[in-house]
């Protein structure tokens, strides 16, 4: 008898726990709207019964296709699609998440291949980040920002003399197909391997192929580890490669805001605003010139207006934007081209007749110009690059000229002999990009008429021995050159020296 009460006690004991744990356990009331399917089609769906859905919230599909709201009408909403499957179609039930469209940031992507939602392309391990931010961010209060001050190095002859960028600048490189754009965009990135700039490169609407080169040269070059790679190619939907700069943008951002250097590479924006005119027309917006919505020019000038150099009080990180711009049949005064002008801080002119006759980088000094990176320039190098640009014209005008008359005055004749010097050392390969000791001492040369004695054919031979002379020979003075310091009377004439010294040895 004993023993059945004791049972009993337990039993009910037992009970009354789990009633109580049963109360606290009330499941909670999850409330998502969700709306009809009407249409779907190139990149696009039309939803009914969203009714109270945000612009730019993610809408969730079957099968875990997102998409994003970004046609808000009375009695309809126009979603974009960042995936396709085949439980896509009329009349599928989608759901308002409730959440801003967002990307994941943090140290977890460096060195990872991405696209615009975080998942991982590059077939690696998941990604360590542990927080997502909304890729649509408001940029940087006029307050905040501070001059931009500090050089961003490209290791390219022609850039670093004669079209100067500074840390936090917008420059934009437009040019024709095939005219070694991308080639300057990952040149710049490699030489930041030891420079402590963080990078970013947005691939957008390129073929699989060049984006899988450009990843290969990075790797190959150790340039893979400071580098985020963010990808949408030209078979993801049109909506992914609309996005994806945002999201590039915000992953780069994370970095500036803990006072880091960051550099971003668009390649390209004729193909992001491509992307964004079939959206626009097929969410049947009004088109406007070359077909284009009329908010083509705020959907650059928003993203690019969130690169800048910040005050030392808001963590004084900056991200330098290098945004890529294909033009047709040269044409600079496109709609695209013209906008992306007027939005940068400058453009760097690739020129196909200079590809085609090898000058490369096919750089047109005379098209190209840098708004604010001038005043970056280290002082070394700013010496000895300083009437580089305005002489460089000067010859080119002359030698056009020059062409038609076979009886010069002996003036003349030096002028055109030195520019083509100039012209011959401006040329530079592929992904070797040069401290700017080395430029310097290579200016340094042509400026004091060392190389004007020498066929043009050797300039490349001596070139390398300036470069690997002073390297050797006086590497306390090179150090001092690549950290910013200026030159004194002293200095100048010892590195003067040390060329004349290895250029006796290629004369003898
Ligand atoms: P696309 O329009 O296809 O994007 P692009 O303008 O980005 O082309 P790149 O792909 O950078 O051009 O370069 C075109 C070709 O020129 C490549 O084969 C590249 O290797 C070569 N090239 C570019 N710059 C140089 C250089 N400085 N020296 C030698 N070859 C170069
Ligand atoms: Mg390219």
Do not use: W
């Amino acid at each position: 008898m004993e023993h059945d009460g004791a049972l009993n006690r337990m039993l009910s004991d037992t009970m009354s726990r789990v009633r109580q744990e049963l109360v606290h356990r009330q499941p909670a009331l999850i409330c998502q709207e969700t709306g009809t399917v009407l249409q779907v089609g190139g990149g696009i769906a039309r939803v009914q019964g969203l009714a109270s859905i945000s612009s730019e919230e993610l809408v969730a599909f079957p099968g875990g296709v997102l998409g994003v709201a970004i046609n808000l009408e009375p009695d309809e909403v126009g979603v974009i699609l960042l995936g396709e499957n085949e439980q896509q179609g009329a009349g599928v039930r989608v759901t308002a998440t409730g959440r801003e469209t967002d990307t994941p940031v943090g140290d977890g992507l460096l060195g990872r291949i991405v696209d615009a939602t975080g998942k991982v392309l590059d077939g690696g391990k998941p990604l360590e980040v542990h927080e997502r931010r909304p890729i649509e961010r408001t940029a940087p209060e006029i307050i905040e920002r501070a001059p931009v001050t500090v050089p961003l190095e490209t290791g390219l002859k022609p850039i670093d003399a004669l079209i100067p960028i500074g840390r936090g600048q917008r420059e934009l490189i437009l040019g024709d197909r095939q005219t070694g754009k991308t080639s300057i965009a990952i040149d710049t990135i490699i030489n930041q391997r030891d420079k402590g700039v963080i990078c970013v490169y947005c691939a957008v609407g390129q073929r699989g192929t060049s984006v899988a080169k450009v990843i290969e040269t990075l790797r190959q070059h150790d340039a893979l580890d400071h580098t985020i790679v963010v990808v949408a190619s030209d078979e993801d939907p049109a909506g992914l490669r609309y996005i994806t700069p945002y999201a590039a943008t915000t992953m780069a951002e994370y970095f500036m805001e803990q006072g880091r250097d960051v550099l971003i590479v668009y390649d390209d924006l004729t193909r992001h605003a491509r992307a964004y005119r079939e959206l626009s027309l097929l969410l049947r917006r009004p088109p406007g010139r070359e077909a284009y919505p009329g908010d083509i020019f705020y959907i650059h000038s928003r993203l690019l207006e969130r690169s800048t150099h910040m005050r030392t009080e808001y963590g004084g990180g900056s991200l330098t934007a290098l945004p890529i711009i294909e033009t047709q049949a040269q044409d600079i005064s496109a709609y695209i081209p013209t906008n992306l002008i007027s939005i940068t801080d400058g453009q760097i002119y690739l020129s196909p007749t200079l590809f085609q006759k090898g000058l490369l980088p096919a750089i047109n000094i005379g098209k190209s110009v840098s708004r604010v990176g001038g005043k970056t320039q280290h002082p070394a190098l700013r010496t000895v690059a300083s009437d580089l640009r305005l002489a460089y014209s000067q010859f080119e005008e002359l030698e056009t000229f020059a062409r038609f008359s076979t009886r010069l005055d002996p003036e003349t004749r030096d002028t055109i002999e030195r520019g083509r010097r100039v012209r011959e050392i401006l040329k530079q390969s592929e992904h070797r990009p040069l401290r700017t000791s080395e430029q310097v001492g290579i200016l340094t040369a042509v400026n004091a008429g060392l190389f004007d004695s020498l066929p043009l054919e050797e300039l490349a031979d001596a070139e390398e021995l300036i470069r690997r002379g002073l390297l050797e020979r006086l590497p306390e003075l090179c150090a001092h050159i690549d950290s910013g310091k200026p030159l004194d009377k002293e200095q100048s004439q010892r590195i003067l020296d040390d060329i004349s010294t290895s250029l006796t040895a290629l004369t003898s």
